[in-house]
């Protein structure tokens, strides 16, 4: 049977919104978002540059700013804000255990040496933006031109330097210098940026020779152990010996004084003696002779004294005895 439509049934239809309502609610939409176009903000670490139309016309400290809408942009800098370049790796998380990326960078950590060595150098730069106006219009994408610059300098300086120099004791000097030169070259590209640091992370030789490498500082470390062995023995037997034939000489000079000393007194007591012997020939020998046998008598032991004239006084002497005459 054919379907009967259903008698007084009314269409529903949507209810019509007025025209000035339509209006109002455009022109609201419009002014919220010229008001939302035209207010930005500043944080703190940042400067905001204002372009109007492309063109560079101001820029605006941290705080609530208003600009033109449509018209205006601003790029915010983050100008107190210190920034960091990696080089040779990548941190995924910093923290108390942060945690690097796996893969390797030898595109910019792998360098030759002065003493055509290759050695994988690691290293941080540390700066901050001090010319937003320079570091967003004088050059183009200065970030990428900075990264550039660490690359050359530091095969720069890796090149004019041995292989002991860089892994070793010349690390500091090393980074010293890439931040002077690194500097200077931001100031001449008109970069806009402060270099604060330069940090050498990690100065390795490359892994596929990591193991000759190795073999050569253990020689060399058994080189200098010699070495010092040797020293240490050579500091304990020269200076003593020199030690000794200083003392030797020492004596020499001292005994080779005292009897120069003696023989200028001896001389000194025969000069005065003689002086006195030509004053008085005669006492003198008298008195030299009594003083010689006051030493000589005591040690002959018994002694008789006699006149060459005396006669017949042999019953006098007893024979007997033992002693002297």
């Not at 492309?54 to 210190?82: C, D, M, N």
């Not at 990264?147 to 090393?174: K, P």
């Not at 005396?310 to 002693?323: D, T, V, Y």
Request: glycine share 6%; proline share 5%.
């Amino acid at each position: 049977m054919p379907a009967q439509r259903p008698g007084n049934v009314h269409e529903l239809r949507p209810p019509e919104i007025p025209a000035n309502v339509v209006r109002i609610a455009i022109m609201a939409a419009v002014v919220l978002l010229v008001v939302i176009s035209s207010v930005f903000t500043v944080g703190t670490e940042e400067v905001g540059v204002i372009l109007r139309f492309g063109k560079y016309v101001r820029t605006e400290s941290p705080g609530l700013h208003f600009k033109i809408p449509f018209a205006e942009s601003v790029t915010k800098v983050p100008v107190e804000r210190q920034e960091k370049e990696e080089f040779g790796f990548r941190t995924i998380s910093a923290g108390k255990r942060s945690q690097f990326s796996s893969r390797e960078f030898e595109e910019e950590s792998l360098m030759l040496t002065g003493d055509l060595n290759a050695a994988d150098v690691e290293w941080i730069v540390q700066y901050r933006i001090d010319n937003p106006y320079n570091y967003l219009f004088k050059v183009r994408n200065a970030r990428q031109t900075f990264r550039d610059m660490n690359e050359a300098i530091m095969r720069e300086i890796i090149g004019d330097r041995t292989v002991n120099e860089v892994l070793t004791v010349g690390r500091q000097e090393i980074a010293s210098a890439m931040t002077v030169k690194l500097q200077e070259l931001c100031g001449q590209y008109e970069l806009g940026i402060r270099v604060d640091q330069v940090v050498l992370q990690d100065v390795t030789p490359p892994k596929s020779v990591k193991p000759a490498f190795n073999e050569v500082n253990e020689a060399q470390q058994e080189k200098e152990k010699l070495i010092n062995q040797a020293r240490s023995a050579y500091n304990q037997v020269i200076p003593k010996a020199r030690g000794e034939a200083l003392r030797t000489i020492q004596e020499a000079h001292g005994y080779a004084s005292e009897r120069i000393n003696i023989a200028r007194g001896d001389s000194a007591q025969f000069a005065a003696i003689f002086r006195e012997y030509v004053k008085a020939k005669e006492v003198t020998k008298q008195r030299i002779f009594l003083e010689t046998m006051s030493e000589v008598l005591p040690k002959v032991g018994r002694k008789l004294i006699t006149d060459d004239a005396a006669s017949g006084i042999l019953p006098l002497f007893n024979l007997q005895q033992g002693g002297g005459k």
